[in-house]
Each structure stands twice: as C-alpha cells, then as structure tokens.
C-alpha cells in the first residue's frame, strides 16, 4: 500500500481525498467478491471526484472492453460505447485521457448521439494498470464541460491502482475457489457413480474394465480389484455376446441406449440387463473408452411375467365366469335329466380340460361304499370316447374310486391314480387297476338342497397332474348348479310324472264309471226280462187256478209274485242309483240351495200334502254341486222324514252352517228316529232296518245321498237321532268361494 | 190278419190273449225274430198277392235283427208303409219311445209287471184297427 503525496494543497481537499482513500482500502480489504470491488471503487471515484456518475471496463478474454460496473448509465448508453477504449489491451504506458467537451472532440462523433442523450458534456478515461499493462479503465462523466484537474487524475489514478491489485488478488482468489469448487464436484460425481445401484462400468476400446463402481460389484459378484484390467467379455451370457458390436457403435460416437440383454455373474447366474453405453472422450474430444451403465432389470422381467401370468389368469377367470353364466342360464332352461346330466358333464370336461367326463347317478345308497358287487351306479351318457372309460375298470376298484364322492365328501383329486396308495393294488396278483390311461382324476359330489348326493362328476386325464386347485374350484361351483338343476328337473319330473299318473287315473275313473253305466243299465235291464217272465206267468197261474188254489199252494205262489215284484223295484232302484250318482263331466257349478229346495218342495208337493207335512229352512248359501244332485239328496231326506214319520205331522227343518272351510247342511226331523247303532248300516246300499210290511222302499235313499255327497268331495252322517224322537241328518260340503 | 213279431214265450200268450179280446175272427200271425221278419217283409214287397197284415206289433228286443231296424223297414217299405205299427216293449228309455215315434209308430206300448195292465194295450190296437 503506498500513499500518494501532496503537493500542497488546501489542508480540506486533502483530507477528504485521503478520507475517501482509506475508505477504499477498507472497502477492498473487506470485498469477498469482484462485485464488491468495483462498486466499493466507483463509490471512491464518485467521492474523490466531481464526476457525476462514473464506471469501470474491463478487457475480457476477447479483447473487448466491457463495462464490470457502472453508476448512473442507462442500459442502451453501455451497449452503445462498449468496446470502446482510447488504448488497447495490455498497452503499456496507458495514461489517462480527457475530453474537456465531448462536442469539440471530433474523436468522439461516432459517439456523439449518444453522449447526448445521456446528458455527458466531458468524460475522463483513467486506465486500469497492472504490471505496467492496461487491464481496463475508469470512466468519468460529466453533466457540464469540465477539464480534469491534475488532482483529480491523480487521486483516480490511485484508486485505479488499488483496484486493479485487488481486482488480481480477488482473481486468484477467485481461481481457487473455482478449482476448489470443481474438485468438490468431481469428488460429488465419484461418490453418485459409486453410490448408484446400477453398474457404471469403463472400459477403454479394446474393452479393457477401467472403472468399477459398487453397484457393478453387486450386480455381476466381481469385487473391483478382480476385474479391473480383465475385458469385459467375462460377463457375457452364452448366446448374448454382443459387445464388440456395441465397441463398435461407440468408437463411431453412437450412444447405444437401453439394450436388453442377459449377461452372466460371477457365480454363473444369468440375469437380465438394461444397458446404456456412451463414449468417454477426453480434453480434446477423442473416443478413449466408453462408459457402459448396466441395470439390472431381472426383477422387472420377473414382474412383467408375473404380471402376464396374472392377466391370463384374470382372462381365463373372466372366461370361466363367463362359461359358468352360461352354464347357469342353460341348467336353468333344461328340464330334461339326462340332457341336463349330458350338457354339464361336456360343459364341465371342456372347463378343466379333461379327456374323459362322466355323470354317475347315485341310484343305490350307501351300501355301495362296502364294496359290493354295485351295478347301481349308472353312467350317464358324456364325452363320445369317455363313456366307457370309467365302465372299463374292475367293479370293486371303481367303488373304492368313487365311494368318497357318493358319501357327499367334497372334491377328490388325484394328480397320478398310479401313484397314490390309496388306489394301488392291494395284492401283487391283481392286475394293474387302471389299463386305460388314467393318471390325473378329478371328482366332485352333486349334492342336492336335501342333502342327498344325487350324483357325481368324474373327469380324467392320461396326462398327471392336469388338475390343479383351480380346477377342484371350478368343479365344485359347476357341482352347486349342476345339483340344482338336477334337482329342478327331477322335480319337473316327478310333477310331470304325478299330472300324468292323475290324467290316468281320471281317465280310468270316468271309463269305469261309464262301464259301470253300462253294466249297470244292461244288468237292469237284461234282468228285468226273466223277472216279468217269472211274474206274468205266476199271474196267469194264479188266474188261471183261480180258487182252485189253497192254502201252501197260494202262498208259494203269492211268494213268488211277491219276490219278483220285490226284485223287479230292487233293479229300478238299481237303475236310479246307478243314473243318480252318475259321473258328472265337467266344472262344477255354483248353484243357490234355497232355489234347489223349492224345486223339491214342488215335486215333492203330492206327498207332502197328503202328509200334512211342514218344511221350513234357515238361509241357504250357494254351493259347488250340480243342481239335480243336490235336489235328490234334498229330496231322498225329506222324502225319508215324510216316511218314517210318528203319529204327528212331520215337520223338517233345513239349516246351513259354513264351518272350516266347510259348508254343513243339516236336516232335522221329528220322525221315528233311528237306534245309534244303526248309525252306518242305514247308508248301505238296499240296507233297510225295518221290514217290508211297515214301510215301503227298497233303502237306496241314503245310499244314493252319500254316493252323490261323496263324489263332491263331501260327507253325510247321522248327526243324532232319538228313537221316537226324530232325526238329524248332516251333510257336508267344500266350501266355494262365491 | 194281425202281425206280431215277438220273442218271449210269455209276452205272446199274453198278446194273443189281448189280441183275442179285440176281435174273435183276429187273425194272428207270429214272427219271432227280426231276421225273418225282414224276409218276411221282402216276400210282402215282392208278391203283391200275398195277404198283408191290418196292424203290426213288434218287440224292439228282438234277437239277430233289432226291431228298430224291422220298424225302419216296415216304414220304407213300398207295400208295408200304411201299416200302422205298435211297439210293444220291456224298455222305459225315453230314447227308444222317441226313436220310435220318430220312425212313425202308430203306439208305443211298455209291457207291463201287472197282467191286468195289458188292458191298455188292448185299448191301442182297437184304436189302430179302426183307423
């Protein structure tokens, strides 16, 4: 530091410049950049000087002076005198210039427009020295012309020099912290090459291993030291030696970018790699080598065929859903057994991928698990050449084999029949159990909602191990709907079956009934031939003996007029029970029974009459019987009352009662009543408890009114009775909505 | 001439009986199967000479021709058509009566279980003689 002597000055100039000059050197020695130099320098300048605003230009490398700092110049006056300088770079000797007033100097003309309109008048150029060569420069501007004084220059030039020792010191300074700053990158890239997971790998052009960081070490098994200086052929796969063709791409300058290949460890494992391999080049842009970054991508190509595996297995569940969908909908829409056994046997053998498939119904019951001889077991039709697949093993082997699955015991599944104990041979003499090639089997019960194993599926394969888990799965679902179905359709089947079986049964009930008719009418009729026969000519003996007829004589004789009388109403009677009860075809109609009893009550009029009997009745309701029976019934009981009456006049009441579902007509008499023991005999068929003297009729009335009461799907009774103190007569019929 | 044309022993003795007691020169001519009434109508039809009866009296209970099929024949025949014809039968189906007055029957007559019920019929046959 040299302090520049006065020369006798005004003691206050001075001391400001001196002021202003240590200022700078504190400035300066505090400056931790270039920056703060040039502003600290400019501050000084502007403090020393009268200049208005002032700057500083340096030399850079190109030889053009540019502006380093500047206070008070617009942007566009900068660009516009850049480049500028009254001496070139490094001239020695520089000595500053002064433009008293820029409009007097022709020199500056080029500059002239913009001097203006920066408002400059004069300027002052102070060269920038170091080593006694021009760095740069100062520069001063005035507003107003101004000439320089000596002073001025001097204390700029002082400054100068300060600035341009400090402006090296902070160069080198500068240097070294650049150096500094390089050598901590360089050591920062070390540290991510060798802290990468992937192998960054050098070789030089003959594909020498040059470099080696960790993540080579792990990925390949080579420590450093082994490979370093050995060609990089060593990690090659077998089949995957592409390396001279990738050294050959690079010494071209390509980049061989994400190669897959494979690529051999130390322990001899291949693994599957990503490789990048770029040129090295050095300072002056020559190939050297190459840098190779080698990932280790196995884990990915595990992943993508992991991911593959997982989306074929998703398809084939989606296709499998999609097949059970199906199966669904046509279980659902087949009600015919054995196509339905037929279609998910099929459906299931193409699931798993079987070669044999068969339904097997389960016929018998359990005593098939014993081991005896069991032909119940009867195989439903499946797969063409499976059909007989399983028919074609020994019978007490193919109990064994399919007794688990009868028992309902879930899924079976045998990788090799051949192999598993339970199906070996239990002696050496028996031949090999299985001549057709079964190796893989795979069973599952068909369990209906009952619990009872309506059956099972059975599939095979010559190959072993063709089913899997998945398989035994896809079984037992197919099982479930299986089960289900075959459980509608047998259910159809038995309905079916029952409509049919009752079909049959009415048809036989309605020809019986008309053979009955027949018989009947012709039986009657055909008898009461030989019958008048009998009678006539009785009568014509009878008359023809006249008196002459006495005692025994007349009365066998009247016996036999009497009998074929009697037989000739007993086949009247016979007729009208048989026309009576005569099968009605046809809906059953609803008739009103108050409008039926009326009906009576006026064919019934004469007898009525004559008897001096009354007939009252409660409310009657409608039922469900043909109007003519229900008048017979009516009739046959009242008649009855009118018949079996006392001394009184008969009176008889009809009720009508709906009871459970029922509707119980009741006819109440004061006749003569009946003994309760007699209770059933009286609705037999010419069953009659009193004789032919006492009261006329032949006892088909109340056996007529049951016929016709139980073809309606009802009963009559004898609901109670006092000797000598009249009857009730109840009849019941299904009630019928109206 | 009186024909009648029934198979029971006894329904015969009876009707001529009654025959007897219309008209004592009556004349009573018997047939006692279907069969040969119809040849017996086939000889009317052919010789135009031979006698025909007034009044006919048939069974419809007849064996080997049904009498039903005698009437029908009587009342298509060219010769026999103005017969008048009583049937004389055991059957109470409405069907036969029907049948019967459908073919033209001049009386329809239920063979009674009563001897003395054969009044009736002797009553019809007068009736049919007249007309």
Known sequence: MSVVATKGMAGEAEVRRLRTLYRLLAALSQASALEEVYQAAISSLLDATSADRAAILLFDDDGVIRFKASRGLSPEYQAAVTGHSPWPQGAQHAVPVVIPDVRLDESLDVYRNALDQEGIRALAFVPLVLDGLALGKFMLYYAQPHDCTTDELEIAQAIATHVALATRHKRAEFNITERNQLEVASRRLAAIVESSDDAIIGKDLTGIITTWNQGAERIFGYSAAEVLGRPVSILAAPGHNEMPDILAQIKQGNRVDHYETRRRRKDGRIIDVSLTVSPVRDAAGQIVGASKIARDISALKFAEQERALLLAREQDARRTAELFNRIGLRLGAELDLEKLVQEVTDIASALVGAEFGSFYHNVAGPQNVTGEHDEAHTPSPSLGVSRDVFAGLPMPRITELFAPTFRGAGVVRCDDLTQDPRYLPSSPHELPQFPLPLRSYLAAPVVARSGEVLGGLFFGHSVPGKFTETHETIITGIAAQAAVAVDNARLFEQTQWAQNELKRSNEELRRANQDLEVFAYSASHDLHEPLRTISISAQIIERSLGDRLQGEDAIFLGNILAASTRMNALLDDLLSYTKATKYEEGATPSVDASRVLEDVLTTLRGPIQESGTTVTSGQLPFVAMHAGRLAQIFQNLISNAIKYRTKEAPRVHIAADQRDGWCIFSVVDNGIGIEPQFAEQIFGLFKRLHGRDEYPGSGIGLAICQRIVEQYGGRIWLEQSVPGGGSTFSFALPSRPE | ?131
């Open chain 2, 1 to 131: 001439m009186v024909l009648l044309i029934e198979d029971n022993p006894i329904d015969v003795f009876v009707i001529k009986e009654v025959l007897e007691g219309c008209g004592p020169d009556l004349d009573v001519r018997l047939i006692s199967n279907g069969h040969a009434a119809l040849l017996y109508l086939q000889e009317l039809d052919r010789d135009q000479t031979a006698p025909r009866p007034a009044l006919v009296l048939l069974d419809l209970n007849l064996p080997k021709v049904a009498g039903i099929e005698v009437l029908r024949a009587l009342r298509s025949s060219p010769q026999c058509s103005g017969i008048p014809v009583i049937v004389v039968t055991s059957s109470s189906a409405y069907a036969d009566r029907s049948a019967a007055q459908q073919l033209g029957a001049a009386g329809y007559f239920q063979k009674p279980t009563e001897l003395a019920a054969y009044g009736e019929l002797a009553e019809l046959v007068k009736r049919a003689l007249d007309t």
